[in-house]
T-cell receptor
């Protein structure tokens, strides 16, 4: 199963773009890249996912390199409420409904006023 | 929809007691996941079900842990007997597998378990 590596922590000034990197060099062709975040002690919250193409939704943008070995989550205008731990995971479905899901240690993003 | 519902939100028990954590997934979802989160080990997947059938329980730490999903609307995770090292936040999540092969998980608020 593909594993991900992320920097343990990052700071970002409020109003600026936050760019969170993720390495997934052993990703398989059918594995999606997912991003979740966990604010304080709440349950993780889904942000965005992608397979090959870059993706954008109302929360963030996801940039996946052409070789798919890394990706970047972009929060275009970070606010104090974006302070959280951000997890990058890769996952796919296999026969029999099997799905490997491994959350790494994540990146603790601190948005600074 | 109310989202994933977990109960109780907090549980304090003594070592050796049986603990039952409960989860109601989002209606229509076909996957249900149980996770455990601690400071030391982070977020760990314990077990997950597809259409009420356990698919992978390799994350269940010991035989003291068991999980069932008797129907599409309910799952429980039992610890018997409980030990202090079981103290953690337990999350339940559900998802619906899309035809394109991805699924986003919706997490519940978690149950904070303290075993004294």
């Amino acid at each position: 199963d593909a594993k991900t590596t992320q920097p343990p922590s990052m700071d970002c000034a409020e109003g600026r773009a936050a760019n969170l990197p993720c390495n997934h060099s052993t990703i398989s062709g059918n594995e999606y890249v997912y991003w979740y975040r966990q604010i304080h002690s709440q349950g993780p919250q889904y942000i965005i996912h992608g397979l090959k193409n870059n993706e954008t939704n109302e929360m963030a943008s996801l940039i996946i390199t052409e070789d798919r070995k890394s990706s970047t989550l972009i929060l275009p205008h970070a606010t104090l409420r974006d302070t959280a731990v951000y997890y990058c995971i890769v996952s796919a479905f296999y026969s029999g409904g099997y799905q490997k899901v491994t959350f790494g240690t994540g990146t603790k993003l601190q948005v600074i006023p | 929809d109310a989202g994933v519902i977990q109960s109780p939100r907090h549980e304090v028990t003594e070592m050796g007691q049986e603990v039952t954590l409960r989860c109601k997934p989002i209606s229509g979802h076909d996957y249900l996941f149980w996770y455990r989160q601690t400071m030391m080990r982070g977020l760990e997947l314990l077990i997950y079900f597809n259409n009420n059938v356990p698919i992978d329980d390799s994350g269940m730490p010991e035989d003291r842990f068991s999980a069932k999903m008797p129907n599409a609307s309910f799952s429980n995770l039992k610890i018997q007997p409980s030990e202090p090292r079981d103290s953690a936040v337990y999350f339940c999540a559900s998802s619906l597998r899309a035809r394109t092969g991805y699924n986003e998980q919706f997490f519940g608020p978690g149950t904070r378990l303290t075993v004294l």
